[in-house]
């Protein structure tokens, strides 16, 4: 099953929250970083600018229940697809 990467903090998904087609965004939110998808990443530049509002924030975990044990940003952040880095 191939890994679907959140377009403004890396994070991994078994499915894309842009439906099968890539086109349609069921509006559910990030649980890293927040971002609501179909609007905060809807296009590289409104991904960007929102990274750049979390980071800016300290990138708290929008729910932080739900880290990862060992969550390392900067590996995370690797995994933004190119188009949207």
Do not use: K
């Amino acid at each position: 099953m191939p890994l679907w990467f959140c377009r403004v903090c890396g994070l991994d998904y078994d499915e894309s929250p842009w439906g099968p087609d890539g086109h349609t965004p069921d509006h559910t939110l990030c649980g890293c970083c927040g971002a609501e998808f179909g609007y905060h990443d809807a296009t590289p530049t409104a991904a960007r600018q929102y990274r750049a509002q979390w980071l800016a924030a300290g990138a708290g975990l929008f729910y932080p229940n739900l880290a990862p044990a060992n969550w390392q940003l900067a590996e995370q952040l690797a995994q933004i697809p190119v188009a949207y880095q």
